[in-house]
């Protein structure tokens, strides 16, 4: 049987799978195992005609049937990678970059858990593909200008941070300064896990606080549910701990009397010469007492 076959063959059990077995009786003991069962042979069979779309370079027709797929499955990874990567090929990089703001956003506000590295490094590619056409240098610089006038912190994706880190550190190696990084993190005071749009609202007021305290000149990017990592070029201790106070004391005046609780760590990553922080300050914990 030729491809063409195979995929007309699999895009007719697209339209005859359009859910789980016999939701009405999903309570059934003996519907559980079936319906499992159905919905795994459904994906597998997806990411075959997938593949085989591929192979074809049919990447409009992989758009339609990851978006048909996702109707069934919304929570499978690979369905967001795949229908990513696609909106890619066919040149939709902004549909990409909207479907990749989805993807994480499902995970950290409904699963409540952390986008996979995959998932994370697909924002790279985006961001790189929509650099490869050619465009002349008043184009560039006004592309490059046109967030220029934000304020605060430059808030980013936790790949687009690496790099930013790594060219920070090699400038302030070159020039002999300092730079540390700050890691900020929510808990409960009762040890209980968050309601996932709980802490979701929790984080998104934690960004808004940290953004507008801190520097232009500093980024700040998710590093996991419920935390974020943050990067202070030219500080000393002193003042990069005074600037996660002022973090700490505008965010607890969201939070008055509740179990939410925020704490740092400040760590210098590039010493300057001049400057020798005492060791016991390196890792320290500060926690609201």
């Known amino acids: 049987m030729s491809n063409r076959d195979c995929i007309e063959r699999y895009l007719q059990m697209l339209q005859i799978y359009t859910g ?21 042979l459904f994906l597998e069979s997806v990411f075959t005609l997938l593949d085989l779309l591929k192979t074809e370079e049919e990447y409009d027709m992989i758009v339609q049937v990851c978006r048909k797929a996702m109707d069934v499955d919304m ?21 990409a970059l909207s479907q990749y703001y989805f993807a994480t956003d499902l995970h950290y506000k409904q699963l409540g858990i952390q986008p996979s590295g995959e998932i994370r490094a697909v924002y790279k590619l985006i961001v790189q593909a929509d650099q490869e056409m050619e465009a002349d240098i008043e184009k560039v610089q006004g592309m490059l200008e046109e967030d220029s006038d934000m304020h605060g912190a430059f808030v980013c994706e936790y790949e687009i941070f690496k790099e930013i880190y790594q060219l920070q550190r090699r400038m302030l190696e070159r020039y002999n300064g300092t730079m540390f990084l700050a890691l900020l993190t929510i808990s409960n005071t009762y040890e209980q896990r ?20 801190l520097r232009r000149g500093d980024t ?7 935390q974020y990592v ?45 400057e020798t922080p005492n060791p016991k300050r390196i890792n320290e914990t500060h926690a609201d007492s």
């Open 20 to 40: 789980p077995l016999l939701t009405n009786s999903a309570e059934e003991m003996w519907v559980v195992p079936k319906s499992v069962y159905y919905h795994d």
């Open 75 to 95: 929570f499978d990874e690979r369905l967001h990678l795949e229908l990513m990567m696609a909106l890619v090929k066919t040149g939709k990089k902004r549909e």
């Open 194 to 213: 968050f309601d996932n749009l709980v802490l979701d609202n929790i984080m998104k007021q934690l960004l808004h606080v940290a953004q507008t305290s």
């Open 220 to 226: 700040i990017s998710r590093y996991s549910v419920m």
């Open 230 to 274: 943050v990067l202070l070029p030219s500080v000393t201790y002193e003042t990069g701990r005074l600037v996660m106070d002022r973090i700490k004391k505008a965010f607890y005046q969201e939070y008055v009397k509740s179990s939410v609780v925020l704490t740092y760590k400040l760590r210098p990553l590039c010493l300057n010469k001049y």
